[in-house]
């Protein structure tokens, strides 16, 4: 079995051999590809080599010697499109790896140049992929998908991610392409694996998911009308097995890494720019998926030039749903990526673009420069007056109405988590999920939710996950549908029934005590091993039967909530921008270094609680330490330029930050030294590495090589190798062009649910009722005992990393603090060891993978593993968020109680006391005595 998956490259390599050497490179040759589930035929015919295109350079860690471009003219197998679905088959609905239609014409190679160089054929990547030339050409440019708490890998059987991704009116009448660059797991079995690319909820193309030595590319025509002007949905997602093992624990070592330098559509470069404010959620994000905006200030800026500029920032990162915008001060930049912001009165924004950019400014004006070869697009935000300025800031209108395809509002509506405030229902199919069906071990969907930044996360109440759906016949008793909410596991219940059972409504409890406020990922898995698992047949993986089915009908149920602010609590403030998002106050922005390096700091991290929050934070900037009652703070500046009193106040400690940061204060961040420039072999392999670690691209190391060679080369995203490059595989693009012609071909949607009850009829014996409850009991008390497990693993970790949360490896330290009496005296400080260091630490601070750690009273940032050590308070105090009304009081005692078990009983125990006491004086006389 474990050979099992050379077999095709053995025949393929071996007919391309024997074509080339009876017929040269001009020769017919047909090659038939031996997969044991069928038999793709691939004609091979005589091409013009591919013109030399320059590809885009990838992002390029600094002090990275950048290789000049290697090209080479690849013979392109063009694929015949799949063929018309059947009336049948929904579009939006994933059908098992066996069933998926169309040839598989991707698992064969096309021909090579004869002036490349053969592959080895123990190099199996390269003899299995099918090259083709980059789509990648001069006069276009990568729209670079935005990061988000997912990340960009797909881990697990089966996978998916979407995002909303904006497109202009221009973009949207062309014929474009979209690009995805992937690694995958070397034990990922080509031939049962498969990547799928759904745009508005429609299937564009799938290719076979290999395991391969350098990044794959895939290249993927986007069928005309399909995109909408305005944010559309794109949906990555995969179905990966195992090559050798069949075990649910098995699943795990499978992931498939989207590469996000090599990820996007593909524009033409005068299409690629925006010219209006109606547009921004068409500006173009870097490489790592964040937005570069280089805030230009006037030569001698004053607070409120800052104070306008992030408020600016935040609209923009708000309307175009970026989720990670990363601000620096300075000259206008140059480049693809990002934006300038220039904001201030006539005369200043003169000084900074010149006399010629702007006619006469005397009103408020908000203007979109276009970018040119020398600038990236410029927003300019200007009047005659500081208040005309102020002014112009209101032409940007967060609007509630959105604009784009149905699928793509959806999406959007959804960033970066579908928002909720108690006592509603909410379809998962609202959320971006699918109805699918599943042939695998382990069955795993995911979902995002933003709870209420004043939400008061304990157990007086139930919420639920109403699951909709069905399993087969035939699986094991270690069969169970799980639920997790933020990595814990909240709830199991096993999948009993041995003939198989279909539901519309399977309720999985959820506690309120495992969510929080902010942002919550809940995972829904299902575990669905069989017999036939143990004999681990590839054959019988290729053409498995469904074992699992989920329904987009699934719904998600939250009671009323009690809402009370709790402080202090990091994980609130940078989930959900609390206490500065709806305080009484204007909300302040300490600096106490003004700096363009702290600036820029500051700016980001106040952009980052704008976008969490969902709304901008109209923040006041100030150089001077705020007094007690004026407001919530925010301070962010180097260490050595706060007030130790303040610190420690916020209970830093502060002597052991100056011991590690002795070296630090007074130096500049280098990252990288003269003589440490990677060869571009270097670079590509721990570009390799970083993808498969899925470390964060905007977190470094410390510039030392051993140190980087320590860590598995965890550097940014360097030169990446092209020489490896996937064939399309473009199953829906003429289909869907097809059936628009032929309205009789138009898809009609199945009820999954009709199907399997029909497949299916619950066995009613007494036998199967009896085990049914023996399973039951225990499975209930294998996960009380894994929960309790979990609980007391999390307590020791917890412990532990409370003991080392300053180490060599911090360079930013957040601490957070109630100074006063009530939320308006809450104190969050932000610093580093200087300014370049702070700038630095901050832009890794905000990938949402690394925020969504900061917890506590205190957060420090490793910035060697991208992790958060935490610190977390014994004492928090209560702050008041809404009216005092009876039913919130309720709740809040409630929960209050929930949290303080021995309170509890012993307050039950006191009430029973006075109740049993009351009760005896009352009836001692009461009645006849009797002698």
Not at 117 to 126: C, G, R, W
Not at 636 to 641: A, K, L, T
Request: hydrophobic share 45%; net charge neutral.
């Amino acid at each position: 079995m474990k050979l099992f998956p050379s077999i095709p490259v053995l025949v393929v390599s071996a007919a391309l051999l024997c074509a080339l050497c009876a017929g040269g490179p001009s020769a017919e040759a047909q090659v038939f590809l031996t997969a044991p589930s069928d038999v793709a035929k691939v004609r091979i015919k005589e091409s013009a080599p591919a013109a030399r295109a320059p590809t885009f350079a990838p992002f390029v860690y600094p002090g990275t010697a950048r290789p000049e471009p290697q090209y080479q003219p690849e013979r392109v197998t063009q694929l015949q499109p799949a063929a018309k679905p059947s009336a049948a088959a929904p579009a939006p609905t994933r059908a098992s790896p066996s069933q998926i239609p169309g040839p598989p014409a991707s698992s064969a190679p096309a021909q090579r140049s004869p002036a490349a160089p053969a592959a080895p054929l123990a190099d199996s990547s390269a003899s299995r992929a099918a090259s083709v030339s980059s789509a990648l050409g001069a006069g276009t440019v990568l729209r670079h998908l935005t990061n988000n708490v997912q990340g960009f890998r797909l881990a697990g059987e089966i996978g998916a991610s979407e995002w909303p991704m904006y497109v202009t009116d221009a973009q949207a009448r062309r014929k474009l392409q979209f690009q995805i660059g992937y690694i995958a797991a070397v034990s990922v079995m080509p031939e049962a694996s498969t990547m799928t690319l759904m745009i508005n909820d429609e299937i564009v193309g799938e290719t076979p998911i290999r395991a391969v030595a350098a990044v794959k590319t895939v290249v993927f025509d986007i069928p005309q009308n399909l995109l909408r002007p305005g944010f559309n949905s794109i949906r990555i997602s995969t179905d990966q097995r195992h090559r050798v093992d069949c075990s649910i624990e098995a699943t795990y070592e499978l992931w498939t890494q989207i590469d996000p330098t090599q990820t996007g559509l593909i524009l033409s470069e005068a299409d690629a720019s925006i010219d209006n404010l109606a547009d921004l959620g068409a500006l173009l994000p870097d490489e790592q998926g964040a937005l570069p905006i280089r805030a230009v200030l006037p030569r001698n800026p004053q607070p409120a030039n800052v104070a306008r500029v992030s408020r600016a920032a935040q609209l923009i990162s708000i309307i175009g749903r970026f989720e990670q915008p990363v601000i620096d001060a300075g000259a206008p930049a140059g480049g693809r990526y990002g934006v300038n912001l220039v904001v201030g009165v006539g005369r200043e924004v003169v000084d900074v673009l010149g006399p010629n950019v702007l006619s006469y400014i005397d009103r408020p004006r908000a203007v979109v420069l276009p970018a040119t070869a020398d600038r990236r697009t410029t927003i300019v935000i200007t009047g005659a007056t500081p208040a005309q300025v102020d002014d112009a800031l209101k032409l940007f209108i967060v609007g509630k109405t959105l604009k784009g395809a149905p699928a793509g509002i959806r999406a959007a509506a959804a960033f970066p988590g579908y928002r909720v405030e108690g006592g509603q229902r909410v379809k998962l199919r609202d959320l971006g999920l699918v109805s699918e069906e599943f042939s695998g071990r382990l069955f795993r969907v995911a979902f995002n939710i933003v709870m209420p930044s004043d939400f008061y996360p304990a157990d007086y109440g139930r919420a639920s996950v109403s699951v909709a759906g069905g399993y087969a016949p035939g699986l094991t008793s270690r069969a169970q549908l799980m639920m997790k909410i933020n990595d814990r596991t909240a709830v199991s219940l096993g999948l009993l029934k041995s003939s198989g059972d279909v539901f519309r409504d399977n309720p999985l409890p959820l506690p309120l005590g495992f969510l929080r406020p902010g942002l919550n990922r809940i995972e829904i898995e299902a575990q669905v091993p069989t017999k036939s698992d143990e004999s681990c047949d590839p054959l019988a993986t290729i053409n498995a039967s469904n074992r699992f089915l989920f329904l987009d009908q699934t719904e998600i149920r939250i009671p009323a909530i009690a809402r009370v602010g709790r402080m202090p609590d990091l994980a609130v403030t940078a989930t959900g921008g609390f206490p500065y998002a709806g305080a009484a106050r204007k909300p302040k922005l300490y600096l106490p270094s003004f700096d363009e390096k702290s600036i820029g700091a500051a700016l980001t991290v106040a952009a980052h609680l704008g976008v969490v929050a969902g709304s901008p934070l109209n923040f006041e900037v100030t150089t001077t330490p705020p007094g007690k009652g004026q407001g919530p703070t925010l301070a962010v500046g180097p260490f050595e330029s706060l007030d130790p009193s303040i610190m420690r106040q916020l209970l830093m400690p502060i002597s052991d930050l100056r011991e590690v940061w002795k070296t630090k204060i007074n130096a500049p961040a280098q990252v990288h030294r003269d003589n440490e420039i990677l060869t571009p072999r270097e670079a590509a392999a721990r570009n390799r590495e970083l993808l498969q670690a899925n470390f964060p691209m905007a977190c470094h190391v410390p510039s030392s090589r051993e140190a980087k060679r320590a860590i598995g080369g965890r550097v940014r995203f360097a030169d990446i190798d092209f020489n490896s490059v996937a064939s399309v595989l473009d199953l829906a693009s003429a289909a869907t062009l097809e059936s628009k012609d032929d309205p009789g071909a138009a898809p009609q949607s199945r009820d999954l649910f009709e199907e399997w009850d029909a497949k299916m009829h619950a066995d009613k014996s007494v036998s199967n009722v009896v085990r049914a409850w023996f399973m039951r009991a225990r499975e209930w008390g294998v996960s009380k005992f894994t929960d309790a497990g979990s609980w007391m693993r999390k307590g020791l970790e917890q412990s532990e990393t409370e003991e080392r949360l300053v180490t060599a490896d911090v360079l930013l330290a957040l601490a957070q603090n109630i100074l006063g009496d009530s939320s308006e005296d809450v104190w969050t400080v932000v610093t580093g060891p200087n300014a370049d260091y702070l700038s630095e630490a901050v832009s890794c601070l905000v990938d949402p993978r690394v925020s969504r750690q900061i917890a506590g009273r205190l957060s420090t940032l490793d910035i060697l593993q991208a992790r958060m050590n935490v610190a977390y308070t014994e004492t928090p105090r209560f702050v008041a968020t809404q009216p005092p009304s009876i039913g919130n009081i309720r709740l809040i005692a409630a929960g209050w109680l929930s949290l303080h078990a021995l309170v509890y009983v012993l307050s039950a125990l006191s009430i029973s006391a006075v109740l049993a006491l009351s009760t005896r004086i009352f009836v001692r006389n009461v009645g006849r005595k009797t002698d």
